[in-house]
Nanobody, 114 residues
Framework: VQLVESGGGLVQPGGSLRLSCAASGFTFSMYTMNWHRQVPGKERELVATISNAGGSTNYADSVKGRFTISRDNAKNTVYLQMNSLKPEDTAVYYC????????WGQGTQVTVSS
């Protein structure tokens, strides 16, 4: 099982980024996928969730209306489109899924700063 996040970087407040998480080693289309984020010294926060077929999504209140989770089951990839970014969105972003245990990617750093 492998999850590889990409797309992070430095962006100014109000800007946008699109994160990707490429999955391999399991039947991607069978599982709900999640995006989380973590700031040093704080607990990892669930940001967004998408059902296996993409028909159902959920968001943390802090990102609702600004972030959009999507997936392409043909490409085994889940995305997080982040718009209207704020400095408080600065964190390492991880994708995950759970089957018996939770599998995590290595994370991608997002820094929102002027």
């Amino acid at each position: 099982v492998q999850l590889v996040e990409s797309g992070g970087g430095l962006v100014q407040p109000g800007g946008s980024l699109r994160l990707s998480c490429a999955a391999s080693g399991f039947t991607f289309s069978m599982y709900t996928m999640n995006w989380h984020r973590q700031v040093p010294g704080k607990e990892r926060e669930l940001v967004a969730t998408i059902s296996n077929a993409g028909g159902s999504t959920n968001y943390a209140d802090s990102v609702k209306g600004r972030f959009t989770i999507s997936r392409d089951n043909a490409k085994n990839t889940v995305y997080l489109q982040m718009n209207s970014l704020k400095p408080e969105d600065t964190a390492v972003y991880y994708c995950s899924f759970r089957v018996g245990r939770t599998y995590w990617g290595q994370g991608t750093q997002v820094t929102v700063s002027s």
